[in-house]
């Protein structure tokens, strides 16, 4: 009983402290009492880090006074007002905000009506689809962090194409997973080198990464690409995380095919959603689509992905409540119409820059973006691709990313989704800033001589 009674102050005779709860005694050592504040970021919060903003960051970004800014740089098609979303789209959450059915938690993978509505709007004989298949999450973006999240561990490594989007480094570099880099190869409209991405695969290889259409190349893979690539994943077992948040906005006269549907055997999360087809990136609904192939994943993945879709509570619940009338309603002639455009000025501005000195811009079949190559040897008054931006905006006021902002060095973006005379103004700008710093190659002396 004597080992339960302390002295005056609480303190056993051995110098520990007890506290008493509930008639329950509890040491605390004097020593773990922290002598002054010190509250750090975590590891994960340090290790977080978006490379476009790293690079943006950096630059001395003062546009010319006497010439409006044009920023080609935002991959947001909303910016300037000329793409609105379609009445039907509207209508849709009009009516599910006025319905008021929808202003509660919906569950963490999202309603069942809106999960099956999904699944509708992209079931194919080839790659069937259920509700079950279906998890929304609160834009593409999440549904990228969830798969990632449930297919690696820390110290595994993923593949990610190069150039490629960003999120995906900063997403795994957080959590502990090596990334590694497979080039595109613009020569073949920025077709995957196989040869080096089968290269990189090794044991601790978790994830694919294949983003078709394009994020920052504009480019889009034709089956016979993609059943190649499909062979490479089956080969080494390693599945397959498809980013198609551009799948459909491809231009007239291309095609691309769902990876899902070409696969036999290689499982794969395909990541989507509302945000660029429809124009509203702001609303923030995305979804993963779960094609198991001879049931890879079984339970065990989606078991993973619903616990994940439980640590916040994903997709705001009223687009949920719009999304079934969204994807019945919107008319064909709406994406049309805003592939015909992005097709338009990708084309004048293919066809303004290519007969630039010094650039090299690839013509892209889809998405919202197209690349320029700077020849930098032609231009010795900038150091680098970030140095000839920064002044491109100096002295023409126009914003292109450089495309170090997706490890892809000598080249920049350059988003179409901006209005035509703008898209022209820019191209002509671009123009006479190459024009003004463009030198020609230098001749050798057997030139001179001739």
Request: net charge negative.
């Amino acid at each position: 009983i004597n080992k339960y009674v302390l002295n005056r102050n609480g303190v056993h005779g051995n110098g520990v402290h007890h506290v008493n709860i509930k008639g329950a005694l509890y040491p605390i050592k004097s020593k773990s009492r922290r002598q002054r504040w010190e509250v750090k970021p975590s590891e994960m919060a340090n290790n977080t880090l978006n490379p476009i903003r790293a690079i943006v960051d950096g630059m001395k970004l003062t546009p010319n006074p006497e010439k409006p800014m044009i920023a080609l740089s935002i991959g947001d098609p909303t910016v300037f007002g000329n793409l609105p979303t379609d009445g039907a789209v509207l209508q849709a959450m009009k009516d599910a905000i006025d319905s008021q059915k929808y202003n509660g938690y919906a569950p963490s993978v999202g309603y069942l009506q809106s999960r099956q509505a999904v699944a509708n709007f992209y079931s194919c004989p080839e790659a069937p689809l259920e509700a079950e298949d279906v998890i929304l999450t609160s834009g593409c973006s999440q549904a990228i962090d969830l798969a990632i999240s449930v297919l690696c561990n820390p110290g595994d490594n993923i593949l990610v194409p190069c150039p490629g989007f960003s999120l995906y480094k900063t997403l795994a570099v957080s959590m502990g997973i090596e990334v590694k880099l497979y080039n595109l190869l613009p020569e073949k409209s920025w077709e995957v080198d196989l040869q080096h991405m089968e290269s990189l695969i090794d044991e601790r290889t978790s994830c694919l990464i294949i983003t078709n259409p394009s994020n920052p190349c504009g480019s889009v893979f034709n089956k016979k690409h993609l059943q190649e690539i499909l062979k490479v994943a089956s080969r080494h077992c390693v599945p397959i995380l498809a980013d198609e948040i551009y799948s459909d906005m491809v231009f007239p006269g291309c095609s691309s095919p769902s990876m899902a549907s070409l696969s036999s055997d290689v499982p794969i999360l395909s990541c989507g959603g509302l945000a660029k087809r429809w124009l509203v990136p702001g609303w923030r609904m995305g979804w993963i689509l779960i094609h198991d192939r001879d049931d890879i994943f079984g339970t065990e993945i989606r078991q993973g992905l619903v616990k994940l879709s439980q640590r916040i509570l994903g997709a705001c619940s009223i687009v949920q409540g719009a999304l079934e009338q969204i994807l019945d309603s919107t008319p064909q002639s709406f994406y049309n119409n805003t592939i015909g455009f992005l097709k338009s000025n990708s084309e004048i501005c293919f066809s303004e820059l290519s007969s630039v000195p010094g650039l090299n811009p690839v013509m892209p079949s889809g998405a919202m973006y197209i690349m320029i190559g700077i020849d930098m040897d032609h231009f010795p008054d900038f150091k680098n691709d970030v140095d000839f931006t920064e002044r491109l905006v100096t002295e023409q006021s126009v914003f292109c990313l450089p495309a170090s902002a997706f490890e892809y060095p000598n080249f920049f973006r350059i988003v179409v989704t901006v209005p035509e005379e703008m898209m022209l103004e820019a191209c002509a700008r671009i123009r006479e800033f190459c024009q003004s710093h463009y030198r020609p190659p230098s001749r050798d002396s057997n030139d001179l001589d001739q």
